[in-house]
């Protein structure tokens, strides 16, 4: 077995190193990571057929080994997110002024990189590229842990991004990926809180859990996405259905994507034929409460306990509510604290439920697929959190670093 | 055995209420709290004499029992505490605008509670207060598990504040004590991250590690205080002595205190006398390196393993550094990254100084007993972390919130 408290203490060691590299430095070597994805294309693409040949021998299914598979335009694309991430504002160095204090004190806060961040996702070799690209831009080593059946893959991309670290006088190990797929490693490395400043499981919830379990390290948790679209009766009928129709049926397997409506008794009778009408349209099953079968035909009826279910599928859950106190009680219920969206053109409901809602995200007249750091403009996106402590919601570049005080006196001391 | 889960998930409960509040009722609670402290202040020190009696029959050492007894001064103290805090500016609901997107979508943030604060503390009885005040003014419910010297005292202060929540028809379990010291309910509620978002404890490393090691919860860190002075060769010699005299002496058992010293080797010669002179006429015992030794007597020497020691005391660390690079290499295998200081009149140096050293504060010219939530101007201070996930260095309230993203359209889906 690896030793990956090694791992994690050059990794410690790489990341002092790193707060030296101006911003100029670290963008280009960021573009010379891109150039040279490009220009070694030929010896990822033969690490990837290694992998993709092992995941066929080993029965994978299609959408896995698609994920996993690279091509010229992919790794492209891989080079294209570098340039992108070269091209973000600096995040390190910032400072802000807090205050002056009675006695002269100047008190400042003052961006820094977090340290070494483990990145543990699924058998996505882009995700190699992206993730040291982003941790790096940040001022952070990283160590990468992604899916056993892409291992050839990440550590091809990886020799290539170190390689350019290198020229650069850079330790290599501010880009690390585990070369050993044991997931013990994981369970040991999850232990190692003084190397290590923050991890982030991308994957199901089973794997979130996992590590929140095994963790002595902070964990960014995601567990999933349950949305809600809440027609108010002050709702415009065109926005709504078009802000409906967009969230469940763009791309309904992922976490951002509506799995719940709910909608004012007031304008139920109108509303829901037109929107069981669209849905229905685009292959979408419904499913709903008593009220909802009362408006609208072919809804299976859900128990209470049978809402709040993150379909990632065609398949819708619907509730007609009394007010906006009732839409807000379910969502409280049976949200997932991840994107929940009002739509209404009463401002005054509208600011209760920005007010009111416990989502990482609170959306008024809006799709709940713009819940997203690109979409947001946070210019790339590391992850999303639906706990809250440090990051709440898409997390920027950003949420890698933190803020330490900065005091300037003229020799003042405490009495 | 109490019920933990019980008391978390009620908890949770009154969290989720406490955001009704306006920032003028929270404050009218807290006033109101304020004086039937006050008020009832009889009762608070019944509970208060039970608990000292138990204390001195167990043969708790007289620093304990002072730290643990209760007076009607120090109930006044407790009462202007929650008067200071109710006079703090709000930190819920406060919104920046982020940016408008291409499409018009306005972003902004917006803060809000964290949720249910666990806060584990020593058998300090006006933590009880401070904490549930702080929690409360910052929206979150808080539970509360003092030292179990401290019970009955603990009981009775909450009583009394939860009488006014009663008034006021806010969830009495906003503020909860956990009426049971059995040590096995600490480690059961530290599971319970359904219902519980942040555990702060305070108390010694030992502690800090068990909690940590053991909970699914985030915590917050605080682990030792080995704060350095780095008198640079640009160094003001009265600034530097004084900023030297009080880091150490002023309150030597403390996390801000001075425990290590390091001099330029172009000032060595003429500093390191008077330092040695200013330190030992205050009692001060000094420990340092071969080379101090030659520029000072009574100097006990120290191994490169036995640097880096929280005293606590009146003990300090002494090393000569060839240049402001060793002293940061220094600072950064033996400090604490809670509070580092450089003494100079050269600007380069102070820039580099803050810039590369990592530490939860960094200061130039200024005594490092500032290292405090009230004396860098956060209002009060809910504790110090030394770890970099959600707060760094003195936390004041804002710390006990966090921001999620409000999205405001006009019926834009996503292409």
Known sequence: MINISEIAQQAATAAKGLIKLSAEQKNTILNEMAAKLREQQDAILSANKTDVEQARDNGLDAAMIDRLML????????????????????????????????????????????????MIYEA?????????????????????????????????????MQSVLRQHQVAEAAISVIPDPDRKIVTEMLTLDNWIDLVIPRGGEGLIRYVTKNSQIPVIQHYKGVCHLYVDKAADFDKALSILVNGKTQRPGVCNAL????????????FLPLAAKALTERGVTLHGCAQTQSFVHDVNLLSESEFGQEYLSLDIAIRVVDDIDQAMAHISKFGSNHTEVICSEDEVAAEVFKHMVDASVVMVNASSRFSDGSELGLGAEIGIATTKLHAYGPMGIESLTTEKYLVCGTGQVRG
């Open 124 to 160: 996505r070799p882009n995700v190699t590229a992206d993730a040291a690209g982003l941790c790096f831009k940040s001022g952070n080593a990283v160590i990468l842990r992604g899916g056993k059946e892409c291992l050839n893959s990440s550590l091809a991309i990886a020799a290539v």
């Open 71 to 118: 091509t010229p335009e992919r790794i492209d694309d891989m080079a294209n997110g570098l340039e992108t991430v070269a091209g973000l504002d600096e995040v390190v160095g910032r400072e802000r002024l807090i205050g002056q204090r009675p006695n002269g004190l100047e008190i400042k806060k003052k961006t820094v990189p977090l340290g070494v961040i483990c």
């Open 259 to 270: 799995e719940g409506l709910l909608v004012h008794k007031a304008v139920a009778a109108d």
